[in-house]
């Protein structure tokens, strides 16, 4: 493909593009398709001679388009967002363009320092202590990786007792894994109880750090979460923090999805004791606008950071090593995307204010959402509410523990059969519970209001 075919055939993909953005919320949110079938329609070996670029185009509106789940649909109410934007899409194709391998300075120099002023920016944005440096990552999970070896290499210059570290139940998966990749064992992980709310309980971890180096163990780590996948419970971080520095313990903080709250002073209360963090993640690819994949990975240790994840071979070095930051030395992969350039696009195009007011919209309409649950005598909220998710299940009279959570199973499915919308389910002290996460750029409060009355309409169904 030469240049000028290039040109045509992007001039063709964006308007596509554009029709794409602006009807996404007429199309079905879910695909209607069932395991192996998109499969079915592709060849199996592939093409010996180059295909025209129009049979390419043609065969992904026909074939992929219709097998895709719809992550920027208005109706979109499962999992968390991927909240994406235009301006971040746009930043995607350039980042693309230039094809550039961000590992180190050298390598590409403005990509390592428009991560660091980003990065930057989103510290000042976020309130987060200017003793925090930042690195983009490509997912929390990684950077929850990161954490624990950092946390591991630091316990190690202090003892040689098999480690442990501390997550509450409903801590993220991401924990658990980090711990066996990091190659503790799965016994490492010791799981703290939490309150009625799902946060952690301190006077519970202070109970099991006492219990575990009266048996021989060395805590090394305590990961506490600000907005629980489940149901965005905030683990107390003030008395959290401490515990972790009087027991000279890493503290890990994930905000996976509720750190781009930080950005609405009146949310900042659930992040109060930040500063006491070793490790700090959050995911703008989440809840800010930008493009999967794009985390942000803060430490106060620099240099422990680089202790754990620092390794020049020969080929890699160069002459300016000692002035600048060679990100490749931050994480775990070599080769880096240039990921600040769609992030650099959001906050300008954006800017603070405009960021805000969609959280602060998306807040709303939650507090709106909720309230219709809680006004319906037959409807419970399952856990507070601090940002956009609402979990709630229908409570009709007369029905046992089991009944009721096959009846909101039945509930939801029948929802999300309409296709106009997608939520998804967690467990919450066991018992089935729906979650209604608020999230997309495209949302409006008719798509809550029509969530709502899907909701209402497949409860009178089930009866
Ligand atoms: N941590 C929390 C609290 C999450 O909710 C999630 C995903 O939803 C993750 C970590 C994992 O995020 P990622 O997909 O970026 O690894």
């Not at 235009?86 to 991560?115: F, N």
């Not at 990961?223 to 313990?249: F, K, N, W, Y």
């Not at 985390?295 to 620099?302: F, H, K, L, P, Q």
Request: glycine share 6%; charged share 20%; proline share 6%.
């Amino acid at each position: 493909m030469t240049p000028e075919q290039f040109r045509a055939h992007a001039h063709q993909l964006v308007d596509w593009m554009a029709d794409y953005l602006r009807d996404v919320g007429s199309r079905p949110v879910t695909p209607d398709v069932t395991p192996g079938q998109v499969r079915a329609l592709l060849p199996a070996t592939p093409p010996d001679e180059g295909e025209a670029f129009s049979r390419i185009f043609e065969d992904f509106q026909r074939e992929i388009v219709p097998g895709m789940t719809h992550w920027n649909h208005p109706g979109w109410f499962a999992y968390f967002p991927a909240n994406s934007s235009p301006p971040s899409i746009l930043a995607e194709m350039l980042t693309a363009t230039l094809g550039a391998q961000c590992m180190s300075w050298s390598t590409s120099p403005a990509a390592t320092e428009l991560e660091q002023v980003t990065m930057d920016w989103l510290r000042q944005l976020c309130g987060l202590p200017d003793s925090f440096t930042g690195v983009i990552q490509d997912t929390a999970s990684t950077a929850t990786l990161v954490a624990i070896i950092s946390a591991r290499e630091r316990a190690r210059t202090r003892s040689d007792a098999p480690l442990a570290v501390y997550a509450s139940g409903e801590a993220h998966s991401s924990v658990a894994k980090a711990v066996r990749l990091a190659g503790l064992g799965d016994h490492a992980l010791r799981v703290v109880p939490v309150d009625g709310s799902c946060a952690m309980r301190p006077d519970a971890l202070r109970q099991m750090i006492d219990a575990d180096r009266a048996a021989g163990l060395h805590p090394a780590c305590v990961v506490a979460t600000v907005g629980t996948t489940s149901s965005t419970a905030v683990d107390p971080l003030t008395p959290i923090g401490a515990i972790a520095r009087e027991h000279d313990l890493w503290l890990h903080v994930d905000a996976a999805y509720a750190g781009s709250a930080a950005l609405l002073p009146e949310c900042r209360h659930h992040f109060a004791g930040i500063e006491a963090a070793d490790s700090y993640v959050f995911n703008p690819h989440k809840w800010l606008l930008t493009n999967f994949d794009c985390t942000a990975y803060y430490v106060r240790d620099v240099p422990a950071l680089l202790q754990a994840c620092s390794i020049s071979p020969e080929y890699l070095r160069t002459a300016h090593d000692a002035d600048v930051a060679n990100f490749r030395d931050w994480g775990i992969q070599l080769g880096r995307r240039f990921r600040a350039l769609k992030l650099w696009f959001v906050l300008r195009s954006y800017g603070a204010e405009g960021i805000r007011a969609m959280l602060r919209q998306h807040i709303e309409f939650a507090r709106q959402f909720r309230s219709w649950v809680e006004s319906e005598p037959d409807f419970e909220v399952m856990a507070p509410s601090p940002f956009a998710l609402v979990c709630f299940r229908h409570h009709p009279a007369g029905m046992d523990r089991a009944e009721l959570d096959r009846h909101n199973e039945a509930l939801l499915a029948r929802v999300n059969a309409s296709r106009e919308v997608y939520l998804t389910h967690t467990r919450l002290s066991g018992r089935y519970t729906i979650r209604m996460a608020i999230g997309q750029w495209q949302t409006t409060e008719a798509h809550v209001a029509r969530a709502w009355e899907l909701v209402r309409g497949a409860a009178s169904c089930e009866l």
